[in-house]
């Protein structure tokens, strides 16, 4: 596989930047590095405004005024070390005019301040509220999903599963299932581009330590029971053919289908990590923002009268 034109100039652009990859900074390093590549995105959206869901700051989108909308409670992504609900933002502005639901976006406690489980809490905590608040919000507490891209997808699949309050969808983009890192494309992209092997290890080593293992499918969901995964919300799940996270995403479709949960895997085969919250300057970008909203918008919608 080749990487996408695209894909090609915005990694260029990146590499003269001569930004230090994750495992050679501290994570307040990396923090402040990231925060200097977000951008302020100008979209409009009708609503938008933090909220505090039982101790946890969240954003809340709605594409439109009423409330018979559905709900996407996001996860944002950045190893659970890194990102914010600010880094994210335009992800989340599009997410919900392109599917016409709210998104409320969460700010969970990070690692290696506080590792796993605290930011797991924090988005079951959230999800949590968000449905016990259905009618503040403005949504219907029948019609919430769950997703995330990343860490985010990690912490999303793993909240489908336990499934706090009932949850009609996923969304996963590039996710984290498998945290033993033992796929063929964790040695086939292990350079990269933009996320190396090296730094997912670091990544995972600043969030579970010796807290847990690898095997705990808290956080690694691959390891579930078929029981557990039987019992998962619909998916759509988002890879890219150049990153170290491609197979487990894909390997965790596969595992939700076999169980018998209808789930759509897409891979952009040009791609590498990150490209989905980059869809200002990729088209692969656009389109798979464009298809995650539209499978969003399905899987949401009020139930036809008959």
Known sequence: ??????????????????????????????RAA???????SDEHVHEMRDVNALGVRCRLYKPRAGNDMGLLVFFHGGGWVIGTIDSHDGVCRSLANQ?????????????????????????????????????D???????????????????????????????????????????RMGTESYVENAAGP?????????????????????????????????????????????????????????????ALIANGVEASIVRYFGMFHGFFSLFPWLDDGKAAVSQVSSAIRAALAPPRSK
């Open 1 to 30: 596989m080749t990487l996408h034109p695209q894909a090609e100039r915005l990694i260029a652009l990146m590499a003269s930047r001569q930004q230090k990859s994750f495992s050679e900074q501290t994570p307040q390093e990396a």
């Open 34 to 40: 990231r925060a200097t590549t977000d951008y302020k």
């Open 99 to 135: 599917s016409g639901h709210a998104v409320l976006s969460v700010e969970y406690r990070l690692a290696p301040e506080d590792p796993f489980p605290a930011g797991l809490e924090d988005c079951i905590r959230a999800t949590l509220w968000a449905h016990q608040n259905a009618d």
């Open 137 to 179: 919000l403005g949504i219907d507490a029948t019609r919430i999903a769950v997703g995330g891209d990343s860490a985010g997808g990690n912490l999303a699949a793993v909240v489908a599963q336990l499934q706090p309050v009932p949850l009609v969808f996923q969304a996963l983009i590039y996710p984290v299932t498998d945290c």
């Open 194 to 254: 933009f996320l190396r092997s090296v730094d997912m290890a670091a990544f995972i080593d600043l969030y579970i330590g010796d807290i847990t293992s690898p095997e705990d499918p808290r956080v690694s969901p691959i390891m579930a029971s078929s029981a557990t995964l039987a019992s998962c919300p619909p998916a759509v799940i988002i890879t890219a053919g150049h990153d170290p996270l491609r197979d487990e995403g894909e390997q965790y479709g596969h």
